[in-house]
């Protein structure tokens, strides 16, 4: 690790340059008149000393692989990260971007975007998250140097969190899943300056937080945030130690603002032009707003091509080592042409087969012919490895000191997998997929939108997907989950009905480069249903499993589970005389996404009837006013699956009978 | 403390009463071929020594409002609740239930369902919540100390958690804010088997789980939890302590199943008739399954009446102490008259001075009557009281050694305040309302949907619910919250047009007694909007706030912000000759629970346009099939709110024109 000891120069900054993070968060707050001065204010002689001193970084390529990671966890503090950005040189941040903080299609929004500004390794905002996802990081690392070696992948993840993020839940999760896997290549900066938004946060926490990462096995250091000397050590001494680290950085929020510094005032709201001449007074920072006198900004450039012979050295030591190409095709991550022959082979072999199968068993033969035609995929279970069936064969589970594996035991802790899941997606090469109940997507619900908002390619294996999980009852029983998962932008809630469907849906979900994925599967076991299989005919999100025998009477739509028991009625409605179309609609997503000449092709002009256990909550969209719905309106129950579908009126009898009721509507 | 104290006798108990409880948990698992044997043959020994020696009960009363209260966190070992229960002498608890143990329409479900077997506190299963519901009636159990003093309300919280519990993030939450404020009377027996279902814990944790609750304020003991006499003493030591105390209670899972205990095949599946055998034998139980010795079962129902002479004595002091009233009054907790004139007055006065404000502060006005009307209301804030608004004069903070205030800063824990709000609702007596960002509802999701499948009345105060947020960007902005709450059962999602309907919308929530409601409230401010206030239209639902003059061309229906914004759209297709009513609809469940008249009175025949900052997911139900939408279609952005309104398209003109274009369909 020469290259790295390099960049490990005693801190060479003063309380001038911090100075100028100060100034440009103070007055970009100021000039949108809406933002969080605080943050990067108190924390600003700490992020100094980390990107002048100790961060791996380019400023020239901000997409170095082998950077060090750096997570603003805080992320209203976002001017902290753009006057850095900008301050470094990072390419296309420019002062005008700064002066547009907040603004319509600028760079600089309120919270760090993922893809907007250069720099922002993942979107913050949502506390604790940005820690969590910085785990995944973490983890990733550790996976890619387990691949590539230390010449090629080694480096550090930085990240600042709040007090908010250390009482989040997930900071718990995070926190133990990093300690046990012993991720010493962690660093976490604790923004220790005692206040949060509605005051002292002695209103609401007292732990003693050193203490607290100590018991999750990390190494804890104290340090007075505003004093160069004590930050550097700290930090040496972090990177030193082999466990995950965590600083606490006793800071004052607002630092250099007379009147507010120590407050809560300073925390989300612009400092206004009376204090911000104070702070300037203060700070002796005598430049205009948006200002930077020449000798500082060249010491903080200089500090942003500190690491430029370092990524040149590294680009050396990659084409030396003959694994370039290797390199290049694990970060492109392109599985389309590897799974597509294996997944067609599964489909063709079930087609024949004609297998009775639970889903999430079908799932777990497409991952057994996935994970072997890739090695992007690294799976996991927030422990319930054995229900969401998501270990295959051969897999290896990452543990401490090993990271050969590419499976992970997440623990009871959905939140965290998914925020991980998230982190390794960002990190590139990696395809995450992540299993769970449906219905404890809640619990996970603020990862699975920002893997959604930032558009990444995660997956998420979500079983038990109904009432047909029968016994264990209401609380593990979903009914309004698909509905506000389908209600979530940007993200395809995939629900297949057997063998085939579920197959196309994972084929789908490793395809859609820009979209996480939910898969909903059974507990029970579901037929193969009759069906050609040269096509890939989920991709259409809805289809015309079975037409009608000459005109439609009524056009049953169904997903997942119900789809068979649509057919089954609609061999019912044949015995009364009456023609029944059945669509399987496995993805409303990718349905709505096709044309309306295709669309209206496949829900025709007859009445329709719409069939899923769960809530009628978003499925009007597609039956319209000539219709019926059978489904759940309210929670399940506890009882065997057979007998909760009899006494939800889930059946093919019910189905048949609401299909007579519209059909002649 | 005197009757209290009566209750710790030495431990009583011998290996054969808490055999009885693992006889019944494997026999009934066995039944029903579906359950969980490992948690209850576990910590038997631990549960029999509590309800023995000491948890303050009687069986002949299990609502008795002075009672102990024990909550199972870990809600799999359902049948550890059910054993106890039949075994105490719950009334309406009977062998054929534990028969019946998973079957439809038993009160013994797979995880114990609030309101279905006596004893149960809480319904539990989704884990962690179970200990951060029990937080919440610690907390209620000094909020009403504090009213009622020692003699009436004096009691302690018990609760039993797993490793998933501890693993879970909410886990951190409930710790650190039952640490900081002191809740001695807490006491959480931990089941610490090193086993979860992937197998050894050790596969995804290795925090010290002391240390952890140690950093936290809490008093922290370890003992063998199959040790009759260490659990005693730990108990009672527990019971001394004056912090929260946790008990490391080390166990076998499956305590006795010779082949499977220790091993996670005994956590979620039934012995077998083999290994139930086998386990009779070395647990030396003879007795036929569901057959209790008499002599057993006399010593349990004595444990279940040893609180009977405390119960009567408690009745006696309270009659005593002319306090029976005001506490009966207290439990009942009917605020409906007290609230009703001094909201009706607040709509009164909106409508004459017709204020233009944001409903967030319209709400504070509501919540300032309300508070002054009634000492039931709890409020409380996730640490953003001064954007939520949801502290009015003079309520008084709750902080640790003073609860005589009815505020509570439950800190950045969106989850944790949801669930104590649950606690504090099942307690009796208070109702709990707690605020955040409409956004973030995603971190509190499971435990809202614990509040609507109790059927708790719990009000989640839900601002900045929409783009018109503004700069703090997508991550803070809801686009696809209000459907999934809407999706969830029994959840009245309230979404007030202006300062009347957030007074009405209140009221609704307050005299909602079975149903949670979330009121979804705008940052920007908005104008009153002229309509009779005689009457609380939005106990409607939806309703005509604004007629056409003459034959409707077209409806436009609206909800919260965009209200405003359909009427003046109104005014726009009037200047071309176009009739529009204007439909505020502030609830979609309240409307659909009117009769079919009303609805089609209200929606009329003309096209329809929907009018939401918000996806249109769900709206369908209310627009058919000559319609059109204005809203979102995918996440939003970080400027300004007026922008961001012009941005996406959200605006009278668009309105307007999306009628123009749906008029003559």
Same mark, same amino acid.
């Given at each position: 690790m020469k290259e790295v000891s390099m960049l490990d120069v005693p801190a060479s900054c003063t309380r001038e340059d911090a100075n100028a993070i100060r100034a440009l968060a103070m007055d970009a707050v100021d000039r949108a008149k809406s933002g969080h001065p605080?943050?990067?204010? $108190?924390?600003? !002689?700490?992020?100094?000393?980390? #990107?002048?001193? @100790?961060?791996?970084? !380019?400023?020239?390529?901000?997409?170095?692989?082998?950077?060090d990671r750096f997570v603003l966890s805080a992320g209203h503090g976002s001017m902290l990260l753009y006057a850095l950005g900008y301050l470094v040189g990072y390419p296309g941040l420019e002062i005008e971007d700064l002066k547009n903080f907040r603004q319509l299609g600028s760079k600089t929004a309120g919270h760090p975007e993922y893809g907007h500004a250069p720099g922002v390794e993942t979107t913050t905002g949502p506390l604790g998250q940005g820690l969590a996802t910085a785990v995944g990081m973490a983890i990733g690392e550790r996976l890619a140097n387990a691949r590539f070696g230390d010449a090629i992948v080694d480096h550090f993840t930085y990240v600042i969190a709040g007090d908010g993020c250390l009482m989040e839940g997930i900071s718990h999760e995070a926190i133990d899943l990093a300690g046990h896997l012993r991720l010493g290549k962690l660093v976490l900066l604790w923004d220790d300056n005692h206040i949060s938004i509605d005051g002292p946060t002695s209103l609401a926490t007292s732990t003693d937080q050193a203490l607290r990462f100590e018991a999750s096995g990390w190494h804890v250091q104290k340090i007075d945030g505003h004093d160069f000397s004590q930050i550097a050590a700290a930090l040496r001494a972090a990177k030193e130690d082999p466990r995950p680290s965590m600083i606490a950085c006793r800071t004052v929020i607002g630092y250099g603002a007379p009147n507010k510094q120590g407050k809560e005032s300073v925390h989300g709201s612009p400092l206004g032009a009376e204090e911000n001449a104070l702070a300037r007074k203060a700070l002796g920072w005598e430049h205009p707003p948006f200002e930077m006198p020449q000798s500082i900004l060249a010491g903080w450039r200089l500090a942003g091509s500190r690491g430029a012979p370092v990524r040149a050295a590294w680009i050396e030591t990659l084409a030396a080592?003959?694994?370039?190409?290797? #390199?290049a095709r694990f970060l492109e991550?392109?599985?389309?042409?590897?799974?597509?022959?294996p997944l067609k082979a599964l489909r063709e072999t079930a087609a024949q087969e004609k297998p009775k199968l639970a889903t999430r068993k079908s799932s777990e033969n497409a991952l057994g012919v996935i994970n072997a035609a890739t090695t992007a995929t690294i799976g996991g279970s927030a422990d319930l490895t054995h229900s969401v069936f998501t270990l295959t064969k051969g897999? +290896?589970?990452?543990?401490?000191?090993? @990271?050969?594996?590419?499976?992970?035991h997440y623990g009871v802790r959905e939140f965290e997998m998914a925020a991980a899941m998230n982190g390794l997606a960002l990190y590139g090469g990696f395809i995450p997929y992540g299993g769970t109940f449906l219905v404890f997507s809640d619990y996970a619900r603020g990862a699975i939108r920002l893997s959604a908002l930032m558009g990444l390619r995660v997956i998420y294996v979500l079983t038990h997907d109904s009432i047909g999980l029968g016994e264990d009852g209401p609380t593990h029983q979903p009914v309004e989950h698909l509905a506000s998962l389908r209600a979530m932008p940007n993200l395809n809630v995939f629900r297949p009905a057997d063998a085939i469907e579920t197959a196309e849906c994972w084929e789908l979900a490793l395809n859609a480069r820009s979209t996480p994925s939910v898969l909903s599967l059974s507990r029970q076991n579901l037929p193969t249903l009759?069906?050609?299989?040269?096509?890939?005919?989920? %991709?259409? $999100?809805?289809?015309?499993?079975?037409?009608?025998?000459g005109a439609r009477d009524v056009t049953l739509i169904a997903t997942g589970s119900e789809v068979s028991m649509a057919l089954e009625a609609a061999k019912l409605l044949?015995?009364?005389?009456?023609?029944?179309?059945?669509?399987s609609m496995p993805s409303f997503e990718? #349905?709505? &996404?096709?044309? &309306? %000449?295709?669309?209206?092709?496949?829900?025709?002009?007859?009445?329709?009837? +719409?069939?899923?256990?769960?809530?009628?909550? +978003?499925?009007?969209?597609?039956?319209?006013?000539?219709?019926?719905?059978?489904?759940?309106? $309210? #929670? $399940?129950?506890?009882a065997p699956a057979d007998a909760l579908y009899a006494h939800f009126g889930i059946?093919?009898?019910?189905?048949?009978?609401?299909?007579l009721g519209v059909i002649g509507k």
């Open positions: 605080g943050m990067p204010m $108190g924390m600003a !002689d700490v992020a100094s000393v980390l #990107f002048r001193s @100790f961060l791996k970084f !380019d400023a020239a390529d901000p997409h170095w692989p082998n950077r080592s003959g694994k370039s190409q290797e #390199f991550a392109d599985v389309a042409e590897a799974i597509a022959a897999l +290896g589970v990452v543990a401490p000191e090993n @990271f050969s594996g590419r499976y992970i009759e069906r050609p299989v040269s096509e890939n005919l989920s %991709a259409r $999100g809805g289809y015309v499993l079975q037409e009608a025998e044949a015995a009364k005389g009456k023609r029944a179309a059945v669509v990718l #349905f709505a &996404a096709q044309d &309306a %000449a295709y669309r209206a092709l496949v829900l025709g002009t007859a009445p329709r009837v +719409g069939v899923e256990a769960a809530v009628r909550f +978003g499925w009007d969209r597609w039956l319209g006013e000539r219709s019926a719905f059978i489904g759940m309106t $309210g #929670f $399940g129950a506890s059946t093919p009898e019910a189905v048949a009978k609401a299909a």
